[in-house]
């Protein structure tokens, strides 16, 4: 009964399938002369344009004018918001409303940033949570918490994977970069390799550090296993049994299974609360970003909810037409769907956000990597666009080629940041760095240049003589030396590198992959996809009598010869 009345959601805000709109017959008719990616030209002729697709927000600047449409489709993509009930949504998804539908549950983690309310019976446990956090986070970098020898912790090892891994670590590792002040150390181990565990505490001492379970199941195989071996580097240091009480004072876990955590040996006072509508993938604002505000600070913490709280309020009142978020996501709607594009690159140009790809990668793939609809029909167009990349510039010596020269153009998000103004004294090293800076951003915007404008046969023939090459020659390689050009990209850019800033961000993304997932009719706060291996990994670990498919029968034999 709850199911179907959540499921019903959708329709009582007025939502329909995108096929049954007016607006979808425009944009398949834009399509058709879009197909051909005819950027460049538009960006001659229309002089609007530049200002038309260019808007402002926070600390970023988004330049959507090298994309391949126009304020015609941009209106037809508008006109699918209102027919598919998208502010509705939006107010629902504040309102705390069942918007994770197939759990029944509702997607608050804005509660985190003060722009939701946690639903009314858990508010007073939301409030005091947060309280004991942020004194948990003072006692650690005031030096007061200490290890099984009476050492001060100043060391933290986050265990965790994917959603309970990836926000913090591109937080903790984008704040390194930008130099903003730290206390202590903080690493963070994933795999189930244990050669990860291995090499992240090789030069890491036991009796200084605090170990953070992350696990919003507390029940997955990775994090388990990296706990295990936490607990066996411990004791083993210590000379004492893993199940030593003692040791709990390196433990801490956060998680929603908190009588799963206890039943694991861990101390309730160790324990923070994850709430279950806060959806792995987007909750690094929560307890999981404890990783961030004990080596970063409380303060810095909450300037980068701050960030995204600006972004809250941004998505909740800026016309649709102006709303960046909205924007970002009714772009991906329209490459994924009507462009048929099945895969957009984004490429952060900071070294310190060389990991948001990947968590990108999981945001929206695990979000919006789905076919079945709100009303259980399978949706009848693409949606998720595979989502990869690399920091720039390292991408340009590895897979810049393929945009330049390879058969299908791919969307891309460049990711900039403004440099820091030169050094005013002489310290030539402060000078080199801002030079390398200033290179940084150049090569950004020279990227997205190229890929649009390419190279015509022509002009690489011209080239080729003027560096003294027969004419024969050069009409031998210029074919080779041509680049299309008219290559799709989006342009963010920011003038700063705060918490804020990072902040804005991560939320402009997480509120663009809630409007794709509407749009496309599919929940993003579900993953039951990722379930089905995870069952399969369990029974080949467990039972070697199960039967397998021919192929993985042949695979585990040969496993078992080769085991080392
Ligand atoms: O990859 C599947 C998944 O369930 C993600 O959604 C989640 O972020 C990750 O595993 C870790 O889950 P947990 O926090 O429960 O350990």
Known sequence: MATQRAQALPFALGWQPIEQTAAHGTLREHATRWRAFPIREQLQHDRQRVSALTWHVGDWHLDLSKQAWDVSVLQALLDLTHATALPQAIAALFAGEPVNLTERRAALHMAYRGSAQPPAAQRDRFVSEETRLAAFVAAYRSGALEGFSGAPLDTVVNIGIGGSDLGPRLVCEAFAHWGIARHGTVRFVANLDPSDFVTTTAELDPARTLFLVTSKSFSTAETLSNTRLARLWLARHFGVTPDDPRLNGHFVAVTNAVEKAEAHGFDSNRIFWLPEWVGGRYSLWSAVGLPIALAYGWETFAALRSGAAEIDRHFQSAPLEANVPVLLGLL???????????????????????????????????????????????????????????????????????????????????????????????????????????ALAANAVAQAEALLLGRSEAEAFTQVRAQGRTEADARALAPFLAIPGNRPSSFLLASRQRPETLGQLLALYEHATFVRGWLWGVNPFDQFGVELGKQMARQIETRCDAPHDPSTAQLLTWLK????
């Open 561 to 564: 010869k080769a085991a080392r």
């Open 332 to 438: 991906s709607v329209w490459l994924a769907t009507y462009l048929a594009q099945q895969q957009m690159a984004v490429l952060p140009y900071a070294h310190g956000l060389q990991l948001l790809p990947a968590w990108y990668q999981q945001l929206e793939m695990e979000s919006n990597g789905k076919r079945v609809r709100f009303d259980g029909s399978t949706a009848p167009y693409p949606t998720a666009m595979a989502v990869w990349g690399m920091a720039g510039t390292l991408g340009q010596h590895a897979f810049h080629q393929w945009f330049y020269q390879g058969t299908q153009p791919i969307p891309i998000e460049f990711v900039a940041f403004a440099p820091e103004p030169a050094a005013a004294d002489d310290d030539p090293l402060l000078r080199a760095r801002a030079d390398a800076e200033a």
